[in-house]
């Protein structure tokens, strides 16, 4: 009989008082925690009460639905509540690390709580970022918590892994967030770590392409979350540009960056080449104004450390050229061939486009080769040829062309070759008249042998 009295009073109790659900959350030293409250209708017409302890009759912080909706604080570790939204409790220390309940109640009703409970989750790294490419990375996630639970590992690429500790060798992809994942029972927590790989920015997947009319840009630069100072403290050496031209295969260094002294590039072979402005805030670039026959080939980014590790970018550039097979200076009625391409066979997913002169009559011309069986005056000027990939210009060369009219080259002919005979025939009389002189004073001499010739007369004997 006594028995039945106590399992009676202990159900009025708990009808009374409400059943309390637990919600177990996850959190490191330092870190952020959101208490999230109930998903229900009428939230807003609750009171809500946050205790330390169920039955204490000391609320850290509570809300009067009735009143202007705004948390009355009695503890500064609540501050970063808000109304109507989820506790959020900022810095984590060592003494959060415990069981906290909500407690809702209407006017005309019992109350109900929800018991939520902060567990420690304990993450490292190892070694400490940032890493270089190819470095062992460890990485470990303990928790405070009953057996069931469950714990991942999800990399910034969103993808999970069940080892832990988890070890790899690190690369670029592995650079960003890494997420432990503890799953206890229906709660599920999730705790950032950040892995930091120390890398140049990514290569370029294709070709640069430059004329002798455009552009040369060289890129490499760090990344945005990398600094020198980060650099120096993995073993900075050197880093240096180097060319290998595409009819050699031996290196030529053009530009370093020592690790002795300040950030200035110095040259070695700068092909006119300019390195960028600002080495200090990671622009690492190379560029010239207008490209020049020589610049076809691999152009490489080093970035050397004195454990032996060599990061490398390269970037391979090809020349746009126009040839006419017939010069640049021509006569109206000739043909012109000009070819634009590349030192190989365009790629598929490439094309070009023909610009001539305005006052051109070809409106529409074709690809390359380009034939103009008679030319005129009319195409004289400038012609450009493009090189697209889709909708994006890649780079352009042109070539200027003289063009003379047909008359006009028979006119010059026509006056140089009548200067011609008159200087001919003035040099013709200018020797015949030399001759004739000569022969006149060559035959006096013949005429008259004596030192001193006497007049002609009579004389006395």
């Not at 690492?284 to 490209?291: A, D, E, I, Q, V």
């Amino acid at each position: 009989m006594n028995i039945f009295i106590l399992l009676l009073l202990l159900a009025v109790l708990t009808s009374t008082t409400g059943a309390a659900e637990v919600v177990v959350v996850y959190a490191q030293i330092g870190g952020t925690v959101t208490l999230k409250p109930p998903a229900l209708n009428d939230l807003k017409k609750h009171y809500m009460y946050w205790k330390k302890d169920k039955d204490s009759s000391e609320d850290l912080a509570w809300l009067n639905p009735m009143g202007n909706n705004n948390w009355k604080i009695k503890d500064e570790a609540w501050k970063n509540i808000s109304s109507w939204s989820p506790l959020i409790i900022k810095n984590i220390q060592q003494e959060h690390f415990r069981t906290f309940f909500l407690k809702l109640k209407k006017p005309t009703d019992n109350p109900t709580f929800y018991e939520y409970v902060i567990r420690k989750l304990t993450v490292s790294v190892g070694p400490s970022s940032p890493v270089l490419p190819g470095e062992t990375v460890t990485l470990s996630c303990s928790a405070e918590t009953p057996l069931g639970k469950s714990i991942q590992w999800m990399n910034p690429r969103g993808e999970l892994n069940p080892l832990n500790p988890l070890t790899f060798s690190a690369s670029m992809r592995d650079n960003g967030p890494w997420s432990c994942m503890v799953t206890d029972g229906q709660s599920k927590s999730q705790v950032n770590v950040s892995v930091t790989v120390l890398d140049l920015s990514p290569a370029l997947s294709r070709p640069q392409y430059t004329s002798t009319s455009s552009h040369l840009s060289l890129p490499c630069s760090l990344l945005p979350h990398i600094s020198w100072e980060q650099i120096k403290a993995k073993g900075f050496r050197e880093l240096h540009w180097s060319f290998i031209p595409s009819t050699a295969s031996v290196p030529q260094r053009l530009f370093f960056l020592s690790a002795e002294g300040p950030l200035t590039w110095k040259p070695d072979q700068n092909k006119g080449l300019q390195p960028g402005t600002n080495p200090k805030k990671g622009d690492l670039s190379l560029r010239r104004n207008r490209g020049i026959e020589e610049d076809a080939g691999e152009y490489i980014c080093a970035l050397e450390f004195e454990n032996g590790v060599t990061l490398k970018r390269s970037v391979h550039v090809k020349l746009l050229q126009i040839v006419s097979s017939t010069g640049t200076e021509l006569i109206s009625g000739q043909q012109l061939n000009l070819t634009c391409g590349l030192e190989q066979p365009l790629p598929s997913d490439l094309h070009l486009k023909w610009l001539p002169p305005k006052q051109s009559t070809l409106s529409d011309p074709p690809s390359s080769p380009l034939i103009i069986p008679l030319v005129s005056t009319a195409d004289a000027g400038t012609w450009r040829c493009e090189l697209w990939r889709n909708n994006t210009q890649l780079t352009w060369a042109e070539i200027t062309l003289e063009i003379v009219p047909w008359l006009s080259v028979w006119m010059l002919v026509v006056i140089c070759s009548v200067t011609v005979i008159i200087i001919l025939v003035f040099i013709l009389a200018f020797i015949l008249c030399r001759r004739r002189k000569q022969k006149m004073r060559h035959l006096r001499r013949r005429l008259c042998q004596c030192k001193h010739p006497k007049p002609k007369g009579f004389y006395r004997t």
